[in-house]
């Protein structure tokens, strides 16, 4: 789990690597940056040349009283402020558009992943992490590479700008001006450094609050009815007690370090003053290139502090970059082969001229599996099955029923031997043809957020209205559609949450049926549902599974007497097969299973 953790993604060492491939993420922004990079030289250039212009007025114009010069300088003055104004334009214009497009690209390639990462991902992987992510790791990263490279490039351009000119024009007050370089530098890396620490621990803690956030919104209902929102509440406060020292700490820090940048440039103003101020009484410079020092000094120490500021932000944003790529990088731990992929075509590009169809005979030869965490569930597990039976899977709870049709689906894969799709290697086709020809109702159904109508069609993404309708009638299911007001044109609610169970289960037996799968999976619910839902349900069942392969997950008996052949299974191993009629004239498991469960059901 430790990739979860805060503290293993560096903090202070430049990591090349990670930068390389943000930056390769720039490249198609080249223009932008180069336009950004122009706008800032600018703009640095006429933040030196600025003073000049006033030295120029104050030493010509009123020192020497020549006010034919004034003409002259309004219109000097009046193209710096043009150049000022229409570069300030274009360096906030480029910046944006350079923060939307990297912010577009990392979620976009970071979703491209998710939607490829299998199941055992999302086993390991907390939802928030990967939502942090995709949220406040991308931006802080779109927002350091646009705003941040275009103030850390001109702070650098003027402080250049600034020493050359300072140097060009009296080297004895540049060189006193710059004696306090080195405290500066000395007091920033100081300061740095413990406000860093600190916002660590902040992020730290903020990681912890989130996470107690997510479970605290996500159980709401469960707090509810346990009364345990007391004890969460403590939990609570003591994460954001602590959040609180330290960003106080971080608060002091950073209300210390800037007056005293500000002291130390303040003495630099002093020491120039006073040794200009000499020099000038003694007319060995003029008062303008007095003025002209002081602005310099006022100048140079602000990208000074801007300057420390970004390159911790850069150090922050290092962090965000290696843990946006960790997902980025991740490789999933199902995929296809090369050569499968170059025949079947990708997720997002199918090739499906070259797609056969599928038959529906599955055969598992001696297969072996684990969890990535956990003991082994199956071991040298065979089972032939042809095409159109239907199987009915039954068995306590953890017998193994789900994990044999998650290894159907190719959610998970085999760690020991194989399965056969129609007597071949289910891996010498790839995932999206197997997909394209499965269909997976799952025991809490999930619907998307928008109407019954697009829910249903998610099974075929052609199908017309009049399609979706037939098949929501088959599986009865447009009886309690058409008693709502808006009939199909309902909005489910976020997840179908304005559904219930029942309904949402209905409502994926029309879209499996829609989508026409050879092999079907059917997860059935436990949940109680009133007498009619039942009914259709059941013969939802039967319309959806007649002429394919089907495994269906069975707690109804009427399921399970209907099936071709019943599995028992016990820790994931088969301890009888065969069918209803057969397993009751045996009187074993299944006669046990049968009148102990299923006996007052029926
Ligand atoms: N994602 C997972 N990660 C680790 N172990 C798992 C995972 N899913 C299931 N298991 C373990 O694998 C074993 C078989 O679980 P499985 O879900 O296949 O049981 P099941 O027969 O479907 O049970 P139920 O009737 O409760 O749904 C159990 O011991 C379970 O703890
Ligand atoms: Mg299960």
Redesign the pocket.
Known sequence: MAYFEEESYTDIKFNWQTWKQIFAYLKPLKKYLFIGFFSVLMLAAVDVAYPLINRYAIDRIIGENDLSLLPRFIIMYLIYVIVLASMVFTFIRVAGHIQNQLAYTIRKKAFEKLQALP??YY?RTPIGWIMARMTSDSRNLSDILSWGLIDLSWGFLMMIGITVAMFVINVKLALITLSVLPVLIYVSIFFRKRILKAYREIRKQNSKITGAFNEGITGAKTTKTLVLEDSNFQDFDRLTSNMRRHSIRAAVFAGLYFPTILFIASIATGLVFYYGGIDVSNTVISIGVLYVFISYVGQFFEPVMQLANILARFQQAQASAERVLSLINQEPDIKDRPEVLAQYGTMTAPKKENWEPLYGDVSFKQVGFK?????Q?LKTFSLDIKRGESVALV??????????V?LICRFYEPTEGEILLDGRPMNDRSIGWLHDKLGYVL?SPHLFSGTIMENIRYGRLDATDEEVIASAKMVEADRFIESFEAGYKTEVGEGGSRLSVGQKQLISFARALLADPKILIL?EATSSVDTQTEKSIQHAIETVMAGRTSFV?AHRLSTIVNADRILV?QH?EIIESGNHESLIAAKGHYYKLYTNQFQDLA
């Open positions: 199941f055992s086993d969890y990535h965490k956990g003991e569930v068995g306590h709870t953890g017998a193994g029923k789900s994990t044999i998650n025991q997860d997950i299974l994931g």
